[in-house]
């Protein structure tokens, strides 16, 4: 199942870079507005499954923050 949705992940990115690629050349108004609105869905999707497959914190263990002073704290 870890592998599916790792596949799923790198699919969402692959197509992220793509939209990102297409959006640095010449396009009209309305291939722009689709190809924005497709990035930002790609994104969606990659962000929803990335925290489904990869969460930041086990349960029940506390989660760290990090200042950007770099020093850790506890919840």
Do not use: F, W
């Not at 990115?13 to 396009?27: F, I």
């Amino acid at each position: 199942m870890i592998d599916q949705k790792l596949a799923r992940l790198r699919a969402h990115c692959n197509n992220v870079l793509r939209y990102r690629r297409l959006l640095a050349t010449r396009l009209t108004d309305l291939e722009r507005a689709y190809i924005e609105r497709r990035l930002e869905e790609e994104q969606a999707s990659m962000d929803a499954l990335s925290q489904e497959t990869l969460p930041l914190h086990l349960p029940g263990a506390p989660r760290a923050l990090v200042d950007p002073g770099g020093e850790a704290g506890h919840l």
